[in-house]
């Protein structure tokens, strides 16, 4: 099976990334539905620490928001889903979540450089494979304005 590629475009310029389905299938289902909802659409970068992160999927823009169900108006959280090979490298595509290590939900991060003491704490479930120099390039409040599976798993 062949991880699935999502591209996401921004005001500067287009990441691609891979998405561990077949390793963090949980993580990875997550954010793929929320790509196939077109719920990062608009969205913004709301966070930038230089040398270490940017983070995004804020429906808020703040850090503080989480995706809401529509249809039951309940907060979807996913539990921490990591693995001791899948570490924080430059590229790696991460879940952003507060202190309890259950409440991932929507926003996630890509780490600017190595960042090994967050392995095993924050679930990382996926890498950048194109535009490395995007990211680096990101500012807060620049927009992810269009998010989409641009390559599906393969069985």
């Given at each position: 099976?062949?991880?699935?590629i999502?591209?996401?475009?921004t005001?500067?310029?287009t990441i691609?990334?891979?998405?561990?389905?077949s390793?963090v299938?949980?993580t990875?289902n997550?954010f793929?539905?929320?790509?196939?909802k077109?719920?990062?659409n608009?969205?913004?970068?709301?966070?930038?620490?230089?040398?270490?992160?940017?983070?995004?999927?804020?429906?808020?823009?703040?850090?503080?928001g989480?995706?809401?169900?529509?249809?039951t108006n309940?907060?979807r959280?996913i539990p921490?889903?990591?693995?001791?090979?899948?570490k924080?490298h430059k590229?790696?595509l991460?879940?952003a979540?507060?202190?309890?290590?259950?409440?991932?939900?929507?926003?996630?991060y890509?780490?600017l450089e190595?960042a090994h003491f967050?392995?095993?704490n924050?679930?990382v479930?996926?890498?950048?494979?194109?535009?490395?120099?995007?990211?680096?390039?990101i500012?807060?409040?620049?927009?992810m304005?269009?998010v989409?599976v641009?390559?599906?798993?393969?069985i």
């Open positions: 099976m062949s991880d699935p999502v591209s996401i475009e005001n500067k310029g691609k990334v891979q998405v561990f389905v390793e299938p949980t990875a997550n793929l539905d929320l790509v196939n077109g719920f990062y608009g969205l913004t970068f709301h966070r930038v620490e230089p040398g270490f992160v940017v983070q995004g999927g804020c429906p808020r823009g703040t850090g503080t989480n995706y809401v169900d529509p249809a309940q907060t959280r921490l889903e990591v693995k001791p090979h899948l924080h590229g790696a991460a879940m979540r507060s202190n309890d290590p259950n409440s991932a939900s929507c926003q996630f890509i780490t190595p967050l392995d095993m924050y679930a479930f996926g890498k950048v494979l194109e535009g490395q120099d995007v990211v680096d390039s500012r807060v409040s620049d927009k304005t269009k989409s641009t390559t599906p798993a393969a």
